[in-house]
């Protein structure tokens, strides 16, 4: 999404560093509109790093791009922290005497405000009237919070924490429609040891299952994300206060966690990449050649516990039940091996997703078929694993 951010001239400019870092991590292309008085507190330099784009405050900047207006017509969704008193009269007269007060009168998307100033502004008469006109525009108010202010005083008037404007914020860019639902998703590839460095592993990336965590959080759903290995930083974009992270290398713990889990909630998605197979035994110290005098060597592996099975034998009453199949096939072929897995497993969707060498795994893409009892096809999704996500979850919302 493109998301402009307003800073304008409070102490709690530093702490809005931590939005944009927040946005960006969460895979928003952030665009900062400082006003002059923000740049004393905190400079153009910081805004530029964190942001990965270049900023610019003033009308007279970029003028043959109508820089002007261009930031919010591109907008999906405007954010201004900290709002000082000053930028709330100037928003509530609708002034644009600068970049940040022209993008707000061209920009037709949602626009939160976090107020941040001492408790005497924020309870001033001035103050009330604006923001009652700002709240009646459709403008979201977020805090301010109560707590200590600069100066030692405290009172009304401190600026909500970043996560919580940032996670309040981008609900409004999102249906709400999960609100109340508690889910549970696996996600990742397990890892069966072999000796104590060695494993049996495989090439999910848990890029899937972690877009599906935070797209039910940020539907509103409290979700518990249990994960196997998941790729360097991929689990990153999971941290959301709605999303509980548990980790779980092995198909065994995973399949504990998940039962865990699942008696608490009432979908459950199961996108890890399970191991069929585990070691006999895992050996205690390292294997070496040098311990063997013959050449190669046998693993003997055994059936680990089919996880999905094992919850639907489990299931509550209500509970929604999402099956993921990843298949080297394509076509009807792929079609007819979902239709078949589904009906093994008795789940009541089945995410039926092509992989190869290309395609699944590890690419931030995919394309994916949602199979519904009976086979039929629920929904056909491609493009982001986000996107990805939001038709899956769309698909349960469906099925219940
Ligand atoms: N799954 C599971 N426990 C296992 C293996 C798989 O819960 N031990 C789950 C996966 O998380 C996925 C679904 O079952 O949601 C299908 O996984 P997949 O590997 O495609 O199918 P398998 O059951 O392993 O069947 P096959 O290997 O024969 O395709």
Not at 208 to 221: C, E, I, N, Y
Not at 307 to 319: E, I, K, M
Not at 376 to 389: D, Q, Y
Request: charged content about 20%.
């Amino acid at each position: 999404m493109f998301i402009v951010v307003g800073v304008t001239g409070g102490i709690a400019a530093y702490k809005a560093v931590n939005i944009v870092r927040l946005l960006v991590k969460a895979g928003h292309d952030v665009h900062v509109v400082p006003t002059d008085d923000a740049l004393r507190f905190v400079g153009l330099p910081t805004w530029e790093a964190t942001s990965r784009n270049p900023v610019t405050t003033s009308v007279h900047d970029d003028v043959p791009r109508v820089r002007h207006v261009a930031l919010g017509q591109a907008a999906d969704l405007v954010i201004i922290a900290p709002a000082t008193a000053n930028t709330l009269a100037k928003m509530a007269a609708g002034l644009a005497d600068d970049l940040l007060g022209t993008t707000l009168l061209a920009t037709t998307a949602p626009v939160a405000v976090a107020p941040a100033m001492h408790t005497e502004m924020w309870r001033h008469a001035s103050t009330r009237t604006n923001i009652a006109t700002l709240v009646a525009r459709g403008v979201h108010v977020i805090g301010p919070a109560d707590g200590e202010l600069t100066g030692g005083d405290t009172g009304p008037g401190r600026m909500v924490e970043p996560d919580e404007i940032v996670d309040r914020a981008l609900a409004l860019l999102h249906p709400h429609d999960l609100a109340g639902l508690r889910v549970a998703v696996s996600t990742g590839g397990t890892r069966e040891p072999i000796d104590p460095v060695r494993f049996i592993g495989n090439r999910s990336s848990g890029r899937q299952g972690v877009a599906l965590a935070r797209a039910a959080a940020d539907r509103g759903a409290d979700v518990t994300l249990v994960a196997a290995h998941v790729d360097e930083g991929v689990l990153a974009e999971a941290s959301h206060p709605r999303i509980t992270i548990v980790r779980a290398m092995t198909a065994s713990a995973l399949q504990g966690a998940m039962t865990d889990a699942a008696a608490r909630a009432d979908a459950v998605v199961m996108a890890a990449a399970v191991a069929d197979y585990r070691p006999a035994t895992a050996s205690d110290v390292k294997l070496t050649k040098e311990a063997t005098d013959r050449p190669g060597r046998t693993i003997e592996l055994v059936e680990t516990d089919d996880v999905l099975a094992g919850l639907v034998r489990r299931r509550r009453d209500g509970q929604t039940i999402v099956g993921f199949a990843a298949e080297t096939a394509h076509g009807d072929e792929l079609l007819e091996r979902g239709r078949r897995k589904l009906a093994r497993k008795g789940c009541d969707l089945l995410v039926v997703n092509e992989v190869g060498w290309q395609a699944g795994f590890e690419a931030t893409a995919n394309a994916v078929v949602v199979l519904a009892a009976g086979g039929t096809v629920a929904a056909e999704a491609s493009g982001t694993k986000r996107e990805v996500a939001d038709a899956v979850w769309t698909a349960v919302l469906a099925a219940r």
